[in-house]
């Protein structure tokens, strides 16, 4: 065991495991105590969706040196995948944790497949047609799912396409006991709310289980190889196309179940909550908190999506203050003075910033 | 190197929170023993115009019945929310720290759904001004709306022109990826086939296509539409009348609660509304000395006439007024208390407003009251 810790990157590991168990079960007691306030306790369980959101991205971003742009995409397959799932299965499944863990994986599953469809033709390529594809896959989900209408019934499942936007929930024909799940543009309504906070932590302890032995792996090393010369990795035997497709599949499974707990956290959705702006929100996250960085994505996940409700003081200028905020940060990482200061506050860093500076 | 960066972000992001950290508790201009109300809604993006107005309205009456130095003075908060449900809730959870004991708002329909179940779960009083979707109330008994339902809205639309102009030829054009829009439009055309009228041609558009309507409007013309439905709101129809006018297509154009507004959209040439129609319960240039008295006071403050989002939000300051009044509160009574003396209250009581007179609630949350046709002409409303 000592001898295992001494290995930087295995150190690294677990600190990251140990500052997330030691956050959620401070959280979680001042929670169980009740000491928290209304706006903290409401933002735990989306802070774990993003967390989750930021290292998958940081998967595909980072670790596999594909630019996603769609990302958000897949967090809405798992989130209406999920909601589908939930809400169809109260009947049958009474137990809501149960239900929940289902929506979970229904929608990871839903949000795989939707990768693997999306990376089969795309990940062969070399360039930045992923970028591409993404973006226009993110906008294809939103449309889709504006034109979904599902309901269910005793006799199942009820889906419709109203393509022509003369559709609604009448048109599925469902029995009196039937009950509308997604109702086209007005999105899900109506949704039980099961998320909670031990499973969102859950959520975020098995991502990093994921990603992290994934890319001390040999699996890991040779994506990592991909990413840093293609040809060099191809030369000695890689598959090139399988480990790409492994990468973004499994980064694309991760924000389903992401969207799935989000989803089922409030009572309702609606598909324009996954745009293009949610997408560029996740990559601003991976890209603060460092590329191929997991623990930087996730202190800046949660840092980034506090911000903005903790900025309610300046009413009307809060995005103003909050762009400045980002742009400022942006500034100082890149300050050589600022590096120098904290090399001074933080002894142990201070060997790099001077063989840096 | 890249874990360095890392970590300068996190101080410089704890900096910052430290900071502001250091400017909370300030907040609240709150007198002792006055009732906390709350007030969600966009008050930033793309519907800042709504919210704004629904925090202003309120504003008004607040300031109004605190003058009036009864028993009852209230405190308002407004939070914003961009019109997103998720962050609607954290603004509601934001205020429930503040101490609000009732909630008037959210402003839109979606951020009023996912607020509605958490004050449902809560046991808060929540009065809506302007959320007009039937699922904000629905199995909710805490939860009441000033403003009409959608159905109400497409079903009264569709009974007024089948009343006034029963041989027209209707083209709907309408935006599909919002459910207010989406709702109206559904139980129009359930509305109008029962009426036999004849709808020739509908055209559709998302918030991503809502630049260009020439195609929709092409359409229209040729199947010689003399009457354009519009459930849409005021930017996109400020958009349609435009490009009707530059393509020399005028047909009458009829619009729904969400076209209100548009007169004071800045830098809309307000002659091209000259004609439309619309369904409001609320007209600036009411004659009488109430709504003259708001409209006032409201240009004078705010330097603009007040939409019917203000008068909602006015009128719904004034019910939860009314209640609180009539039912015995206290600004020391918890919310859960208040809820429950309110809502006994509010299915109970009438109340003339801006927005209508003889205003009452059934049990559902739904309101009852007629709704009102109006006519831009020379720039304001006229009853037709």
């Known amino acids: 065991m000592k001898n295992l810790l001494k290995k930087k990157t295995t150190r690294t590991d677990f600190l990251t495991y140990l500052g997330v168990i030691v956050a959620f079960v401070i959280m979680f007691a001042l929670q169980q105590a009740d000491m928290l306030k209304n706006s903290t306790q409401g933002m735990l369980v989306p802070v774990c969706c993003f967390v989750v959101m930021a290292v998958s991205l940081n998967l595909t971003v980072g670790i596999l040196g594909e630019l996603s742009l769609g990302h958000a995409g897949f967090m809405s397959v798992g989130a209406f995948s999920g909601i589908i799932a939930a809400m169809s299965l109260e009947q049958s499944i009474p137990s809501d944790l149960a239900r929940l863990i289902i929506a979970i994986v229904v929608g990871a599953i839903c949000a795989a497949i939707a990768g693997f469809i999306v990376g089969v033709p795309v990940l062969r390529l070399q360039g930045d047609y992923l970028a591409i594809v993404t973006l226009a896959f993110g906008e294809i989900i939103k449309e889709l799912i504006n034109c979904l209408i599902v309901g269910y019934d005793e006799n199942g499942l009820h889906v419709m396409f109203n393509l022509s936007g003369k559709l609604s929930v009448e048109n599925l024909n469902m029995t009196e006991n039937g009950v509308a799940i997604i109702k086209g543009a007005q999105g899900a309504v109506g949704v039980d709310k099961l998320a909670t906070f031990p499973m969102g932590f859950v959520l975020v302890m098995l991502c990093l289980v994921i990603v992290l032995n994934l890319v001390r792996s040999r699996t890991g090393r040779a994506i990592l190889s991909i990413r840093d010369n293609r040809i060099a990795a191809e030369s000695v035997g890689i598959n090139v196309t399988k480990y790409r497709l492994m990468a973004f599949v499994i980064s694309a499974a991760m924000a389903g179940s992401a969207g799935a707990l989000f989803g089922l956290n409030y009572s309702t959705l609606s598909s324009t909550r996954f745009d293009f702006n949610t997408s560029i929100l996740v990559l601003v996250y991976v890209v603060l908190g460092g590329l191929g960085n997991i623990w930087g994505s996730i202190i800046a996940a949660v840092v980034l999506y506090v911000l903005p409700e903790a900025l309610r003081e300046f009413n009307d200028y809060r995005m103003l203050v909050y762009a400045i905020v980002l742009i400022l940060v942006m500034l100082a990482t890149n300050n050589d003075q600022f590096k120098a200061m904290l090399g001074r506050i933080l002894p142990k860093r201070r060997k790099g910033a001077a063989a840096n500076g | ?384």
């Open chain 2, 1 to 384: 190197m890249k874990k360095r960066n890392v970590c300068a972000v996190a101080m410089a992001g704890a900096m910052c929170l430290s900071l502001l950290a250091g400017c909370g508790g300030e907040s609240g201009d709150t007198a002792d023993n006055a009732f906390k109300i709350g007030v969600i809604g966009p008050l930033t993006g793309d519907n800042a115009i709504y919210g704004n107005a629904v925090k202003y309205g309120a504003q008004i009456a607040v300031d109004e019945i605190n003058a009036l130095g009864g028993d009852i003075q209230l405190a308002l908060k407004s939070e914003d929310d961009v019109a997103a449900a998720d962050t609607s809730v954290n603004a509601y959870n934001t205020l429930k720290d503040w101490g609000m004991q009732v909630l008037v708002g959210p402003t839109t329909s979606g951020s009023s759904i996912a607020v509605a179940s958490e004050a449902n779960a809560d046991r808060m009083f929540m009065l809506t001004p302007s959320g007009s979707s039937a699922d904000i109330t629905e199995g909710k008994d805490n939860v009441f709306q000033v403003c009409f339902t959608d159905p109400n809205q497409g079903t009264a639309a569709a009974d007024y022109i089948s009343e006034n102009m029963p041989d027209s030829k209707i083209a709907i054009i309408y935006q599909n990826d919002i459910d207010y829009s989406q709702g109206i439009r559904n139980t129009f055309a359930a509305e109008a086939k029962e009426k036999g009228l004849e709808i020739v041609s509908e055209g559709t558009f998302t918030a991503d296509t809502a630049t260009d309507f020439s195609v929709q409007l092409t359409a229209a013309q040729a199947a010689g539409a003399d009457l354009l439905f519009l459930p849409i709101y005021y930017q996109e129809a400020s958009v349609i009348l435009n490009q009707a006018k530059t393509m020399g297509f005028a047909p009458t154009v009829f619009g729904v609660d969400g076209m209100d507004g548009i007169l004071t959209l800045p830098g809309f040439d307000t002659s091209l509304a000259e004609g439309v129609m619309l369904l409001t319960p609320f007209s600036a240039d009411a004659e009488d000395e109430k709504t003259q008295n708001f409209v006032s006071e409201y240009k004078e403050r705010y330097g603009e006439v007040p939409n019917q989002f203000a008068a909602d939000a006015y009128d719904a300051v004034y019910i939860v007024y009314e209640g609180l009044k009539a039912a015995g509160c206290t600004a020391d009574m918890s919310y859960e208390d208040i809820c429950e003396a309110l809502v006994g209250q509010i299915t109970t009581m009438t109340f003339d407003g801006l927005t209508g007179a003889d205003m009452t609630w059934t049990a559902t949350g739904e309101v009852s009251k007629a709704p009102m046709a109006v006519v831009i002409e020379n720039g304001t409303y006229v009853l037709p």
